[in-house]
């Protein structure tokens, strides 16, 4: 392999801003009592403060050096940029490859059976020891996907590989038991609006069917493995808040799911972090609604959390338009106070005085500046499902996928589903095509040191054999980077 074909660490991007997770996070950002916790410390330099979080929260740390003024060649704006983020990054990713359900369900084209069971076997030839193998759902819907019996009986027997499969119902899960599927898979939506469109039920009774499901597959032994679609953005609705994703993950984790699976099904989710430092203006508009005494500026964390509690004792619950009947309102609270961190931080002034806001201001603020952010959504869930529960599934739709990634694996994650040659996307999703490719995902978990028992020229080769079944080029940007480099 040559110097060029070799994956490129992140100490080749000096100026990657990421570290604005660890100061920007609500577990980092806390103040008063919570220091002594977390070890948060301050430095002062030239005069300014600089405060430094250690959160147990997050595996996020961050390295501050300063660079001496005696440096030779480096200008002052380098010098005020000293930061450079360690990643504690997990070692080992497991690879949900999901090309030959997802990737192949909205090809116009009926693929033979014979080319998907030969794609599978190449796909686990690679070292991928997880492969969604098909779906049983009614060939009315998905007819590319009508041979699912045919593809079962043909691999269920190769060892040391999980082949879940897709059953949208209790009918489709008994399909899947009698073609000896030792795995299946269920499918939410955090979007009402898609949930009708895609498998023509609201979300809470897709619930009450997968329930159902469940049960079953207890009953039999059977792993289940659990999707929420639409975590970011809804072709239909917008974009989709993340207490909305966190109601159904948490349902479908309390029902028995194994594994959740989020999926950015239309593509549109960034890495986002910029909530924070926009909201707390719009917060201070409601400083004269709740009859609180008068302050010219906030001093401390604990204010603003007199003023949050004060919020709550007069029963606003228009913060997130949580949806979950309990009436839990997620991530707010925590947002609000980081942003009055975020702005003590840079030494700034907040003053009471600010213009008044209507409260449906800042309630819009909230849900539009929280909604689309992977960080955001990813937070919310995890507030209710284990990290070792979750997966993420994105699409590459807008470019967006290996950000997600990466900050999903800051977050403790490492499941990430993907698929080779970026086949697929949804077929109730206008142009939502492209999902991660697979080739694409282990190029850059291999140049960050992380073990995922693949090898990556054998599963080009899968990604070639099928794209030249499909008449097409590989969808992936490593192997069409990697075949110019060897023609």
Request: charged residues 20%.
């Amino acid at each position: 392999m040559s110097s060029l074909e070799e994956p490129l660490g992140l100490g080749d991007l000096p100026k990657l801003s990421i570290n604005r997770l660890e100061r920007f996070s609500p577990s980092a950002c806390r103040a008063g009592a919570d220091d002594q916790n977390t070890s948060n410390y301050k430095h002062r330099n030239g005069g300014n403060n600089q405060t430094f979080f250690h959160s147990s929260a997050h595996s996020w740390h961050l390295q501050c050096r300063y660079a001496d003024s005696s440096c030779n060649g480096l200008d002052v704006e380098f010098r005020a940029l000293p930061r450079k983020v360690l990643w504690d990054l997990p070692r080992f990713v497991q690879i949900v490859e999901v090309g030959p359900r997802d990737g192949l369900q909205n090809e116009k084209s009926i693929v033979p059976t014979s080319v998907k069971i030969e794609l599978i076997h190449k796909l686990v030839a690679s070292g991928l020891s997880v492969v969604e193998a098909t779906s049983f759902v009614s060939p009315k819907w998905v007819p590319q996907l009508a041979d699912a019996k045919d593809v079962l009986e043909v691999i269920r027997h190769v060892p040391d590989v999980r082949f879940p499969v897709l059953t949208p119902n209790l009918r489709g899960f008994e399909a899947a038991v009698a073609a000896g599927a030792k795995e299946v898979a269920v499918f939410a939506s955090a979007s009402e609006s898609f949930s009708k469109s895609n498998i023509n039920c609201t979300i809470k009774e897709s619930l009450a069917r997968y329930r159902d499901v469940i049960t079953s597959a207890k009953k039999h032994g059977i792993r289940i493995r659990g999707y929420v679609s639409c975590v970011v953005g809804c072709p239909v609705e917008g974009a989709i808040h993340p207490s909305k994703v966190a109601y159904v993950a948490k349902e479908l984790y309390d029902m028995g799911c194994s594994e959740i699976s989020l999926g950015d099904t239309i593509g549109v989710g960034t890495p986002g972090t910029d909530f924070v430092a926009l909201c707390f203006q719009h917060v201070i508009s409601w400083y004269h609604y709740l009859s609180l005494p008068f302050k010219t500026n906030f001093e401390a964390s604990d204010d603003v959390s007199l003023f949050l509690r004060a919020l709550q004792s007069k029963s606003i619950n228009m913060l997130a338009q949580c949806m979950c009947e309990k009436g839990e309102h997620l991530l707010i609270s925590d947002h609000i106070i980081c942003s009055f961190n975020c702005w003590t931080f840079f030494n700034a002034t907040i003053l009471a005085t600010l213009p008044t806001y209507v409260i449906g201001t800042f309630t819009l603020l909230a849900i539009l500046s929280v909604s689309g952010k992977v960080l955001a959504m990813l937070e919310a869930v995890l507030s209710f499902v284990p990290v070792d529960k979750l997966a993420v599934h994105f699409h590459d739709t807008y470019g967006q996928a290996l950000a997600n990634i990466l900050v999903s694996l800051q977050m403790g994650i490492n499941i990430v589903d993907s698929s080779v040659s970026g086949l697929g996307g949804c077929p109730y999703a206008k142009g939502a095509t492209g999902n991660v490719a697979t080739e694409d995902v282990v190029y850059m978990l291999h140049g960050l040191g992380i073990e995922t028992n693949v090898n990556l020229n054998k599963l080009m080769d899968a990604g070639d054999y099928i794209s030249n079944r499909l008449g097409r080029p590989s969808g992936s940007k490593t192997t069409t980077a990697l075949h110019k480099l060897t023609t």
